[in-house]
């Protein structure tokens, strides 16, 4: 039976641990912490070890052969191990199917697998998640519809000790468009502005709690860049610029993260281990998946361009180049979110 990801998690307060898990769905955020989850009744139910395979530099796909004698073998250090399998399509191939369903058909006993995938539709299922679902759980993150939101934000924000009013409720569906991942974020801001007060929120006071949180939405600008959303970076542009707020105070976030891209996108392009160049760039594993869909947008050389360009961006803030630096950074931002618009870079030099 397929579960919401929320399903899931409400069963791993009340049962063993099962032997295989597949979480999957175009919502990064209940993926994750639906997976978040299983690690954590994982180490509640004495599994101590952990093994993370997944497609490295040129690789389309995981070391499928490592993966089946990780299976094979013995645990070293623990007597259970949770072994995470990440297919950002959702799809293993033949080789990787054949090897999910193959542990399935006899689970090792010290194993639990975790399989978690970035996409998901009824094309992506095979004999594979089918197994998975005989010996454990299928969850599956569908997209939160726009009717939705309002529950699912209604239910974080009880999670987090917090109620309001319909109204309230809605102001905060609208300010973030369907991204749960923003919702979560403003929520926590909320708990954290809205101190022992927990009085039902009004739509004035939610207003007021909001404003007060505005600081915070560079994080969502270079989000909905990264994540390939002009249309929402030129609105949130807009919207700072009707703030008040300053290019400077948006250009330093700006740079750090198109820089940690450039250093993400040199190591692939090398064949290198993307995931140890993600813990020394100290990306936790709720962003690298906004990393890697946004190193598929771009070949590493256009990402030291990139860099290039809001380094001209800051000579404009500081008048050592000519140029209005919102059009230039509004050019950068869209042209990261979508290829089409790197044109606008070009025409800019020329």
Not at 196 to 209: G, H, I, N, Y
């Amino acid at each position: 039976m397929e579960l919401k990801p929320e399903q899931l998690a409400a069963r791993l307060e009340s049962e063993p641990l099962r032997p295989a898990y597949l979480i999957a769905g175009a919502e990064p955020l209940r993926v994750l912490e639906a997976a978040d989850a299983v690690r954590a009744a994982a180490r509640a139910q004495g599994v101590a070890e952990r093994e993370v395979f997944e497609a490295e530099g040129n690789q389309r796909e995981p070391d499928w052969a490592a993966l089946e004698a990780s299976f094979n073998a013995p645990s070293l250090f623990a007597s259970r191990r949770l072994v995470e399998l990440r297919l950002p399509t959702g799809k293993p191939g033949k080789d990787g199917a054949a090897v999910i369903a193959d542990f399935c058909t006899t689970p090792a006993a010290d194993v639990t697998l975790l399989v978690t995938a970035g996409e998901w539709s009824k094309k992506h299922a095979g004999k594979w998640s089918e197994a998975i679902g005989r010996i454990g759980h299928v969850a599956v993150a569908w997209p939160i519809k726009p009717h939705e939101l309002p529950e699912w934000i209604e239910r974080r924000l009880r999670s987090h000790g917090l109620s309001a009013e319909r109204d309230a409720v809605q102001l905060l569906a609208d300010r973030v468009e369907g991204n749960l991942l923003a919702a979560a974020q403003e929520i926590e801001k909320l708990a954290l502005l809205a101190g022992e007060d927990r009085t039902p929120l009004d739509v004035t006071r939610m207003q007021s709690l909001v404003a007060d949180a505005a600081r915070f939405d560079v994080f969502r600008l270079v989000d909905a860049a990264m994540n390939g959303q002009p249309l929402l970076v030129s609105r949130m542009l807009a919207g700072l610029r009707g703030e008040g707020i300053a290019v400077p105070a948006l250009m330093g976030m700006v740079v750090m993260e198109l820089q940690r891209a450039a250093a993400l996108a040199r190591v692939a392009a090398g064949g290198g281990n993307l995931a140890a160049e993600f813990k020394a760039q100290r990306i936790w594993d709720s962003k690298q998946s906004v990393y890697r869909r946004a190193l598929q947008r771009h070949p590493a050389p256009r990402w030291e361009a990139f860099v290039g360009v809001a380094g001209k961006v800051d000579r404009m803030v500081k008048g050592r180049e000519a140029g209005d630096p919102w059009l230039g950074l509004e050019r950068l931002l869209l042209a990261v979110a979508d290829p089409k618009a790197v044109r606008l870079l070009t025409a800019a030099a020329a």
